[in-house]
Every structure is written in structure tokens, then in C-alpha cells.
């Protein structure tokens, strides 16, 4: 089962990436922020603009920590010593 994470994640992360351009996000973005009432050009609707782009960020931060591969591994491996034979 463990070959399939990455797999899946990084079906995920294309899948992410061809869902919507840089500029349709910001299009969105801006209408999100005029929905709550904040004008174009104001200071307001640069900090509603960039609360939105730093919740998504923590999202994407939340989501690369719940992935298994994300942890540190250990790695183990006995190194046999062969014993001196007794006289």
C-alpha cells in the first residue's frame, strides 16, 4: 500500500495545479474580498488578499504533513559481527 501514496499525491498535486490559473485564482480571490464589502485599491482589501493567500498556504502546509512519506523515516539495518571463534 505504501507505493500508492505517492502516487496519489502527486495525482493530487497536478490535479491542483490544472484546476485554475494564478489569474483566475486572484480574479477570485479579488470577488471574495468585494463580497465581504472591502473596496478595490483600499487597505482592507490588500489585507483581505493576502489573509486569503495565507490561509491557503497553511492549508497546503496542514495537507503535506498529514501524508506518511512527510515523516521522518529511520532506517535500520543489523550489521551482522561475526564472533571470534573460542581457543
Known amino acids: 500500500m505504501k507505493p500508492i501514496v505517492p502516487t496519489l ?3 493530487a498535486v ?3 495545479c490544472t ?3 494564478p489569474e483566475e485564482r486572484r480574479a477570485a480571490d479579488e ?3 468585494r463580497e465581504y464589502g472591502f ?4 487597505e482592507a482589501f490588500a489585507e ?3 489573509r486569503i493567500e495565507l490561509d491557503r498556504r497553511a492549508e497546503r502546509r496542514a495537507n503535506m504533513a498529514s501524508f506518511e ?3 521522518p523515516m529511520v ?3 543489523p550489521v551482522p559481527v561475526p564472533v571470534p571463534p573460542s581457543n
Open 9 to 11: 499525491f502527486a495525482l
Open 69 to 71: 512519506f512527510s515523516r
Open 75 to 77: 532506517v535500520y539495518r
Open 14 to 16: 497536478l490535479a491542483g
Open 19 to 21: 484546476t485554475m490559473t
Open 39 to 42: 473596496r478595490k485599491g483600499s
Open 48 to 50: 483581505c488578499l493576502q
Open 31 to 33: 470577488e471574495t474580498c
